[in-house]
Nanobody, 117 residues
């Protein structure tokens, strides 16, 4: 079975940084594009980063210049470096394989990021 386990979230002050990790198993990781999403209370899930199997990345304007997605195919890991965090970044963050309808049923537990002073 495909399993995705997010970690690295926590409480951070505005302007701070966090590095989120995503450990994948049960999948040929290197052939899949990966993505990070977030979901804040009362809001729909939002795509915040994608990375292709070849390392090409995209980030929406809401996080561009602050967040950076990366991957390590040998370790079957994806990462999200989050800098200059703002209170509006507060959400549960999830990783997943990119491009699957409804995430392919592979959503993990997510990791909570809270940005507050």
């Amino acid at each position: 079975q495909v399993q995705l386990v997010e970690s690295g979230g926590g409480l951070v002050q505005p302007g701070g940084s966090l590095r989120l990790s995503c450990a994948a198993s049960g999948v040929i990781f290197s052939i899949h594009a990966m993505a990070w999403y977030r979901q804040a209370p009362g809001k729909e899930r939002e795509l915040v980063a994608t990375i292709t199997r070849f390392g090409s990345t995209k980030h929406p304007d809401s996080v561009k210049g602050r967040f950076t997605i990366s991957r390590d195919n040998a370790k079957k890991m994806a990462y999200l470096q989050m800098n200059s965090l703002k209170p509006e970044d507060t959400a549960v963050y999830y990783c997943n394989l990119d491009g699957l309808p409804s995430g392919g049923g592979y959503w993990g537990q997510g990791t909570q990021v809270t940005v507050s002073s």
